[in-house]
């Protein structure tokens, strides 16, 4: 049997980058996976794929800026696979600027995606997982999450705010009530989340550190997702960060 045969893992952002790797490497470990993001054709492409390699998923369409959304995909994977047990919640945007620019309603989408999306979909888990007396909340937080970066305030507010976050749910849900808190911290992963950059010098400074061949995959960060969900139950990976060798700060 796979470590997470019966299992059903709901992972936002699912239609690219770490959240495809991690929906893809979780439903090789046996998991149920139900893909959730917006670009529902990329969904329906992951799910066939996974499908083709013998295991099970599910695309949903959901924009985690919209609680109700969220909720429809937790019912939905009820429905479908009886169950919840695993939330990654890593829908995430970078637009990153520098502050002088400006970019008001790129920082209220910063917000609204990486903090509050975040927040919608704890609750949207949460009170299964309370019933239930088990769930595992993973959540991608980011060495932005632990350092400041001139050009990154928004971006770095909205990871630190995970990371509390996450740690506070660890604090109030792990002894008493069985849910396990994973917070994942990468350094630079090459993925498309630098096509949210629309401010030119914030872009420049930080492709630097987005280099192929020495960033990290996101199969990187994948692998450590499920090295957290497959533990024993007694065992709850609460933080793992994870930089390129390269990369200093
Ligand atoms: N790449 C890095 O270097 C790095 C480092 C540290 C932390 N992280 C974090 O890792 C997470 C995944 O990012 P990534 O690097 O894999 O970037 P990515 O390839 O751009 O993936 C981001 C995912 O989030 C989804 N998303 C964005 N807005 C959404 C919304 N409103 N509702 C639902 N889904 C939404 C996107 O799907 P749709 O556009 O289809 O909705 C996409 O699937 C993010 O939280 C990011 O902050 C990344």
Known sequence: MKPLSR????????????????????????ANVVAAARRFDRLEALARRIADEG???????CDVREPSEVENV???????????????????????SLMRNLHVA??????????????????????RFLAQKSGHIVTLSSVAGRKVYPGSAVYCATKYAVRAL?????????????????VIEPGAVITELLETITDRAALEEIQKNFEEGRALQAEDIASAIVYAVTRPPHVNVNEILIR????EL
Not at 55 to 61: K, T
């Open 7 to 30: 299992k059903t893992a709901i992972i936002t952002g699912a239609s690219s980058g770490i959240g495809r790797a991690t929906a893809l490497a979780l439903a090789r470990e046996g």
């Open 55 to 61: 295991g099970n998923a599910l695309p949903i369409r």
């Open 74 to 96: 937790v019912d939905a994977a009820c429905k479908q696979f009886g169950g919840i047990d695993i939330l990654v919640a890593n829908a995430g945007i970078m637009p990153i």
């Open 106 to 127: 790129e920082w209220m989408a910063t917000v609204d995606v990486n903090f509050k999306g975040v927040l919608a979909s704890i609750a949207a888990v949460l009170p």
């Open 166 to 182: 996450s740690e506070g749910l660890r604090m109030e849900l792990s002894p008493s009530d069985n849910i396990r808190v994973t």
């Open 244 to 247: 390129p060798t390269f990369q």
